[in-house]
Structures are given as structure tokens and as C-alpha cells.
């Protein structure tokens, strides 16, 4: 188990690909954190993000022989988990209670008026991450808190380069504009 734990994610791949399921569960030990914080906060619902990251391993699965090259597996699973969370998004009924549900803040230990201060913060930029659309809300999450090049982005969005920088600048300075009480 250790050894295989070292190898790197195109040899798992291939082992997959062939049947191995031990090399699947490395790859969804190795990815299954990303993808769960990426649908966490695009989709603002645990449980939510949980259903997404279990239909897009699935689907990996299910699909590991259509991949076309190994390599590109990272990029095939951010680009299913985000196209799963739009799908999700597009298809939400807003509800009174379901707004609720999302706006509540967390509690945080340690001192108070600095828990405080840092739970209003992530309150706020939650709140400022849901009211941008969610073609840019991706776009910035894969850039931001992921750390995925602008190509990556495009490939995982369907959409070029160009469109990504012009997605991540709205939504910076959209947020900006939001978070400006907080500088």
C-alpha cells in the first residue's frame, strides 16, 4: 500500500484504467479534498458538495476508459466538479429558507473579538462569493483558491484563455467592491 501511495497520478491512472481499484482509491484519497472544497464553496452546502464529489468519482470511474491521456486526469476532475456544481447551481429553486441556511455565521474559539471579527469576514466574503454569477465564481475559485493556471481554467470551463482573465478580473473587482467595509 505504501508503495503505491508514492507513485504519481499517470501511473495510477494507467493501473486504474486497467481494473486496479487500489490505484483508484489513491486517486480519490489524493483528490477527493480539492474537489470536495472546490464544490463546498461554490455550492455553499456540505452536503451538496459531498453528492458532487461522489457523482464526479463515480463518473471517473465509470469513464477512466475515455480519458485520453493520463496525464490530463486533474484537469478532467476539476473541470467535471465544476461543471457539476453550475449544473447544480442552475437548477436551485431559491427559497427563504435555503437563503437562511447559507447567510448563518459559524462560531469560532479562541479570542473573541478576533473570532468575531474573522467569522463577519468569511461571512461576508461567502456573501459576496454567492451573489457573483457562477460562470465567474468558478473561474475565481479555481484561480484563487486553487491555484489553477488560467488554461487549466479554460479547459475545465469550456471557454479560452481570454474569457477566464476577463471572468477573474469581474470577480475580483466585484468582490472588491463588496469586501471594500473590510480593508
Known sequence: MTSSM???????????????????????????????????????????????VQEVFLTAWRRLGQLQEDAAFVGWLYRTTTNRCLNVIRSRKPTAEADLERFETVGSAGRPERAAETSEQMTALSKALELLPPELRACWLLREVHGRSYDEIAEATGTTNTTVRGRIARA???LMEVMAPWR
Open 172 to 174: 475580483r473587482a466585484q
Open 6 to 52: 508514492a507513485l504519481d497520478d499517470v501511473t495510477l491512472v494507467a493501473r486504474a484504467r486497467d481494473g486496479d481499484v487500489n490505484a483508484f482509491e489513491q486517486l480519490v484519497r489524493r483528490y477527493q479534498g480539492p474537489m470536495f472544497g472546490l464544490a463546498r464553496r461554490m455550492l455553499s452546502s456540505g452536503g451538496d458538495a459531498e453528492d458532487v
